[in-house]
């Protein structure tokens, strides 16, 4: 692909060394879990998201599952899930025996004020998820659960550094979880996550299952796992982590010109709200009733685009359930994710705008 839909061998040079050189070291360190890394990472994050607690993990699936076993979810409860997401936030609530009920979304595939509908004496909590990096409308969610005595747990695995009202995704739930896969706007060079809260309790409770229940070296309190984050990719997003806000500003640069460049073509759907505060620009999805023809034309004019999600969950084999979800299932088939990333520049944009205005302008 000339233009791909995200490249990360196209780092820049001077960070790439920047990387080499933690990873030397660390490497003469001789320290590959725990240590000064991870300390210092923690601390950036509960300094920069303004959340009191943030105990890292092995990656945002593990953090989703840390929460939900730390609030104490388990077989015979039930929690509400969106229909359009990632197969993690469902798949977590599984994994601790409890059931997903899915629940439909917004045109732009966000939890609506719906979800209450589908509580029930079972229901222990609701999980939005800030899809594409655009965050639900935490004020309204928070006060209907607290309400109904439900927990929240943010799914802000493609939110980091999205704030709505001053708050960070991740801050306003009783636990939120990020994930650092790769080609989130803030990747590890592998895997990693975080579990975000203001309880203390939960958060001794959350490293307790994440380390083998041993608060310390051979005392074990509880049945824990091992979802420990790496030093060395703790290491590497320490070094990220300098560039965060420079790469934002890049997403919203690259976002706004195919904003205006594309603001003509009446068959698509733009993602307006990419401008907004509380939009972190991780993913800029189009909407079309073209989907498919689409993303094979600009393959063949070498452009990468990626669908974020093909499929809803109640619609896959091991989720499948019942329900009205027109919206999320839409989004699922007209939804086309454009290249955006700190890495583009902006005569690649503007090609890319290019050939989809040459695509409607020659099938019209
Ligand atoms: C919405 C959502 N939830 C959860 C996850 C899980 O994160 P990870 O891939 O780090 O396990 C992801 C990341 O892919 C995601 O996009």
């Known amino acids: 692909m000339k233009i791909p839909f995200l490249d990360l061998s196209r780092i820049d040079r001077k960070l790439k060394e920047r990387l080499k050189s933690k990873f030397s070291e660390l490497l003469n360190e001789g320290v590959f879990s725990g240590g000064k890394e ?29 929460a939900l076993r730390g609030l104490g979810i388990g077989p015979g409860d039930e929690v509400i899930v969106p229909a359009m997401t990632w197969v993690s936030t469902a798949e977590a609530v599984v994994l601790v025996g409890a059931k ?5 979304t917004d045109e732009k595939g966000l939890i609506t004020s719906d979800w209450e509908k589908a509580v029930s004496a079972q229901t222990k909590a609701v999980i939005p998820v800030h899809l594409y990096g655009k965050m639900v409308d935490m004020e309204a969610l928070i006060s209907k659960a607290k309400a109904k005595n439900l927990f929240v747990i943010e799914d802000a695995a493609q939110a980091f550094g999205t704030f709505q009202n001053g708050k960070a995704a991740g801050t306003w739930g009783d636990v939120g979880c990020l994930s650092f896969y790769p080609t989130k706007n803030l990747g590890a060079l592998g895997e990693a996550g975080m579990c975000l809260t203001s309880s203390l309790e939960l958060a001794r409770k959350i ?150 205005k040459l695509f409607y302008a020659s099938k019209n």
């Open 207 to 356: 490293r307790l299952l994440s380390n083998h229940g041993q608060p310390i070296r051979d005392q074990h309190e509880l049945v824990g796992r091992n979802s420990r984050i790496d030093s060395i990719q703790a290491g590497f997003l320490n070094v990220f982590l300098e560039k965060w806000e420079e790469n934002l500003t890049k997403r919203k640069a690259s976002a706004q010109i195919y904003l205006s460049g594309l603001s003509g073509i009446s068959e698509i759907r733009l993602p307006s709200e990419i401008d907004q505060l509380d939009h972190n620009a991780h993913l800029f999805v189009i909407q079309t009733k073209r989907r498919d023809e689409l993303k094979i034309f600009l393959a063949g004019n070498g452009i990468g685009t990626a669908i974020h999600y093909p499929m809803i969950l109640p619609d896959m084999k091991p989720f499948a359930s019942e329900g009205n979800f027109e919206n999320a299932r839409n989004l699922a088939r007209k939804g086309l994710s454009l290249p955006l990333n700190p890495w583009l520049g902006e005569s690649e944009v503007i090609e890319v705008i290019d050939k989809i």
């Open 100 to 104: 997903p009920v899915f629940v439909d």
């Open 38 to 66: 991870v300390e210092a990472l923690e601390s950036s994050l509960s300094k920069i998201l303004n959340s009191p607690f943030t105990i890292s993990c092995a990656n945002g699936t593990d953090a989703l599952e840390l």
